[in-house]
């Protein structure tokens, strides 16, 4: 596990990654420690700038650093990991709680803002960029939220973290391959071997004051 101890703005980002066969979704989330406010927490990326350290306000977060999910090669609804695979651990003294989420696209994929219908022809497909629509929610909610650019600003109480406790993470979305992956003949879609960078997850999280 690696452990990095940051003070001042930090940020931290976590990956999604398609993969057509099924991951046994082990992830090895490594420790990040903060001063006052965790900024942008996204599962891959890791940025810190330094401010004199103290004992008071600290937080101590855990940050899941990659996440696969699954997905036919041709597209359709994405198969994520449990929400006990995927979760941000608050190891400190102090609640905390998780402001806001970004998500950025990686090359050669569009986030999409409404949920996303596999074609019925190859020729329907998106033709250079692969689709991704993606949604969350924790245990505690009815209804996902719609991960969409640039920033979505998460409903206060409903991601907050308590000192030594876990918030579990539900994801779902569907993902559709482009032209240049699928015609369907022989470009089958989605890499069958090799998972693919998707979304870079961009958390800010900061001391829950309240």
Known sequence: MKTSKLF?????????????????FAVTPPDY????????ANTKVLVNGIAAPTTENQISVTVPVDLPLSVAQKGGNLIAPSASKYAITNSGTKAVKIESVAPEAANKFELADNTLTVPA????YPETNSQIYLAMKTDAMSTSITLKDPTVTLTEGLFDIAA???????????AVPSQELYDGTDKKGFDAVNSTHAVTLTYTISIDNA
């Open 8 to 24: 001042g703005a930090v940020a931290l980002s976590t990956t999604l990654a398609l993969g057509c066969a099924m991951p046994a």
């Open 33 to 40: 420690e903060g001063k006052d406010t965790i900024n942008n």
């Open 121 to 124: 022809t190859a020729s329907k």
């Open 164 to 174: 030594g406790e876990t918030l579990n993470l539900n994801m779902s979305g569907v």
